[in-house]
């Protein structure tokens, strides 16, 4: 068939979701039905399917990754200025949730090379004050947390897996989204099952469960008095329609997967050899990179220069995450001190961006993005 377009003259985005026949069917009942709010079969049916393929008891749906952070963190019952660990190098979610709930954030920098926090930063992080933390995966690889957990084990530290980032992952044997006491997810476009927006928390803990449950609905009361409210929740909803895509995403997570490694496998194949240019690899000791993003890090080039000639190429592009220690909010608020610093968070930040790679690029167009990017580097 013609091709519809020449390339060259559009743009290829950053990221273009694909969705599926299913997700348009599954809406046009919602919407034919009136099931269009928050009750209705498909949310139950989102967060029952979901919890299976990640191997969790009990699944807690709600509008965005942020507001599952959110959520999973306040169903700790933390005290006032307790200690939760985070990533600098993440995006701002997690350090919102825990400043909202008069909790003391503390940074851990990432390793240079998979761009995720490691033991030994954690370790030196650690205090008697240290009651949680949330592991974020970062952009392909999962941390290596076999060894974290048993860190967090002997201290009686709760583990909360930010997900979002690794749906359909693995780490070794074990599923990313299966790990710790909470894990949490995201759906918005760019996520590997999207429903828009939205969220999730998993657990296997009945008493989290069904305080997540109730908190993310206003902590609505009993069949009594329904409008006399248990405690300070929030509307965290997920709609039925949203819900409808995700039942239709969920179906085709294999082929999500395969895709996203094929996504990323071709860049490697075309950039790795770069001098100009570091690509994780395709593989590492714990298991296969799932390239949620296909980021680069430049060796020799400006990055700001770089991303604006992509641009004018008609290729759009997004820098790597601002570390939080760095953020003008946090340094106003004086929520950092210098040892809090972050230098290898500040290296990925100023040198890293990612390239398209949303599950709608076409490999033609994955070619054109390496001949162009080549071309400005060379
Ligand atoms: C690791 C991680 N956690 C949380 C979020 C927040 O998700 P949302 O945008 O759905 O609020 C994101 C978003 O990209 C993310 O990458």
Redesign the pocket.
């Known amino acids: 068939m013609k091709q519809k377009f020449d390339i060259g003259k559009y743009l290829i985005p950053v990221n273009r979701p694909k969705i599926f026949t299913e997700d348009k069917l599954n809406v046009k009942k919602c919407l034919d039905t009136g099931w269009i709010s928050s009750s209705g079969y498909f949310v139950e049916k989102f967060e029952k399917d979901f919890s299976k393929i990640n191997k969790r008891k009990y699944g807690v749906s709600v509008?965005?990754?942020?507001?599952?952070?959110e959520l999973a963190l306040r169903c700790l019952d933390l005290k006032k200025n307790e200690e939760v660990i985070i990533p600098s190098f993440?995006?701002i979610?997690?350090l919102l949730c825990i400043v909202r709930l008069g909790l003391k954030p503390v940074l851990v920098d990432s390793d240079l090379k998979e761009w995720n926090m490691t033991l030994s930063e954690i370790t030196k992080k650690i205090t008697k004050n240290t009651k949680a933390i949330i592991l974020?995966?970062?952009y392909g690889f999962p941390i290596d947390v076999d060894p974290i957990l048993k860190l967090t084990k002997k201290k009686k530290i709760v583990v909360i897996e930010?997900?979002?980032?690794m749906i359909g992952q693995k780490y070794k044997k074990k599923i990313c989204g299966s790990i710790g006491k909470i894990s949490?997810f995201?759906?918005?476009a760019?996520?590997n099952i999207t429903t828009g927006?939205?969220?999730m928390i998993l657990t296997n803990n009945k008493k989290i469960y069904l305080k997540a449950k109730s908190l993310k609905n206003l902590s609505f009361g009993s069949k009594d008095n329904r409008f006399n409210h248990l405690d300070f929740g929030y509307n965290m909803r997920m709609t039925n329609m949203q819900a409808a895509v995700g039942c239709g995403q969920i179906k085709n997570l294999k082929w999500i997967v395969k895709r996203k490694k094929e996504i990323g496998q071709i860049y490697y194949k075309n950039l790795g050899k770069n001098k100009n240019i570091y690509i994780q690899p395709p593989k590492n000791k714990n298991g296969e990179n799932i390239y949620?993003v296909v980021g680069i890090i430049l060796k020799n080039h400006k990055k700001d220069v770089v991303m604006r000639l992509l641009r004018k190429n008609l290729i759009e592009t997004r820098s790597f995450f601002y570390p939080m220690h760095m953020q003008t909010i946090a340094k106003k608020k004086k929520l950092f001190k210098k040892k809090d610093r972050c230098i290898n968070s500040e290296f990925l930040y100023k040198n890293g961006f990612y390239l398209p790679s949303g599950l709608g690029i076409t490999k033609r167009e994955i070619k054109v993005v390496c001949i162009k990017l080549l071309k400005i580097l060379n």
């Open positions: 509008t965005n990754g942020t507001s599952a952070l993440t995006i979610s997690s974020t995966h970062i930010d997900a979002a980032e949490t995201s759906f918005y760019n996520k927006e939205g969220g949620w």
